[in-house]
């Protein structure tokens, strides 16, 4: 009886183990850009950021995080960017930075690959 209430717990073990494998396995990989800002630019300038193929990827949400290095003014902040992927496939992200006049300041260019699973691999353009 005692053999039996073993290999029974053994069974369920090994089900939840596959059950969680498959679960983590299947969980989908966020495509992730960080764009590192001064204070300055931080509170001062505007964000934008344009994807080439909309039906591709698209913005799921942003982290914003104090480094622990520090700019001339104290503080740096670092933007996580977070994309889900949509479809397989291909396409490009361009972020643009603007100073408070509106001009451009800075700019950055991604490449993001959708795989079959839709997990977002993120290739910078930028040198």
Excluded: P
Aim: no cysteine.
């Amino acid at each position: 009886m005692k053999k039996k209430k073993i290999i029974i717990l053994t069974v369920i073990l090994i089900i939840a183990a596959i059950i969680v494998g498959i679960v983590v396995s299947n969980r989908k990989k966020y495509g992730i850009i960080e764009i590192e800002r001064a204070v300055a630019t931080f509170t001062d300038a505007s964000l934008e950021y344009i994807i080439e193929d909309e039906n591709i990827v698209k913005f799921n949400h942003m982290d914003t995080k104090s480094n622990r290095s520090k700019d001339e003014l104290g503080g740096e902040y670092q933007e996580i960017y977070y994309f889900e992927g949509l479809k397989e496939g291909e396409t490009n992200i361009m972020f643009i930075i603007r100073d408070g006049a509106g001009n451009v300041s800075e700019k950055y260019e991604y490449n993001m690959v959708v795989d079959k699973n839709l997990n977002v691999k993120v290739i910078s353009n930028n040198d």
